[in-house]
T-cell receptor, first 115, second 108 residues
Framework: DVKVTQSSRYLVKRTGEKVFLECVQDMDHENMFWYRQDPGLGLRLIYFSYDVKMKEKGDIPEGYSVSREKKERFSLILESASTNQTSMYLC??????????????FGEGSRLTVL | QKEVEQNSGPLSVPEGAIASLNCTYSDRGSQSFFWYRQYSGKSPELIMFIYSNGDKEDGRFTAQLNKASQYVSLLIRDSQPSDSATYLCAANDYKLSFGAGTTVTVRA
């Protein structure tokens, strides 16, 4: 089974802190994604990556950056956390070329609260 | 305009009835469409995908796609309490865009 592991299930941070959210997948997937999920807004794409050291902005990249130094790991960075970044963050991975393009495998989520 | 719109919920149906979920998308370049199910407190999981106009059936689930109308739907036949969840529609236009979701409650 595909496993996508997010390092922290729950985090509480203070405004202005730098926050790292880590995501690791064990199925050699090329694609990795970071979404945030808020009530009434669904899943919104922050950043995605189709290859190592490659990143593309999603729909709401402001205030975030990402790092993909290894194929299995995709990190989301909040340089200076703000209260409006309080949310559930979901990491996902998928294959390209084979399988069902668009079938995302999600991690369990990281619920971030910024005080 | 949001790229993917879903009919607002929540949707409450009696056990054994048909639940009908609707979704529209704005990008005509979208090639494939997906329905994810998300139980409360859990991550989304894929239940159906559809690429071609028409119907696609998988067990109690039927996805319908009409590209001319930019419309996707999901029917859940013989609804069960275990179908109570939020259903997310997604369109693949280079990146995957999700709707806000429709919450379904199946009453026993």
């Amino acid at each position: 089974d595909v496993k996508v592991t997010q390092s922290s299930r729950y985090l509480v941070k203070r405004t202005g802190e730098k926050v790292f959210l880590e995501c690791v997948q064990d199925m050699d997937h090329e694609n990795m994604f970071w979404y945030r999920q808020d009530p009434g807004l669904g899943l919104r794409l922050i950043y995605f990556s189709y290859d190592v050291k490659m990143k593309e902005k999603g729909d709401i990249p402001e205030g975030y950056s990402v790092s993909r130094e290894k194929k299995e790991r995709f990190s989301l960075i909040l340089e200076s956390a703000s209260t409006n970044q309080t949310s559930m963050y979901l990491c996902a991975s998928s294959l390209i070329g084979t399988g069902v393009v668009g079938e995302l495998f999600f991690g369990e989520g990281s619920r971030l609260t910024v005080l | 305009q949001k790229e993917v719109e879903q009919n607002s919920g929540p949707l409450s149906v009696p056990e054994g009835a048909i639940a009908s979920l609707n979704c529209t998308y704005s990008d005509r370049g979208s090639q494939s469409f997906f329905w994810y199910r998300q139980y409360s407190g859990k991550s989304p999981e894929l239940i159906m995908f559809i690429y071609s106009n028409g119907d696609k059936e998988d067990g109690r689930f039927t996805a319908q796609l009409n590209k001319a109308s930019q419309y996707v739907s999901l029917l859940i036949r013989d609804s069960q309490p275990s179908d109570s969840a939020t259903y997310l529609c997604a369109a693949n236009d280079y990146k995957l865009s999700f709707g806000a979701g429709t919450t379904v409650t199946v009453r026993a």
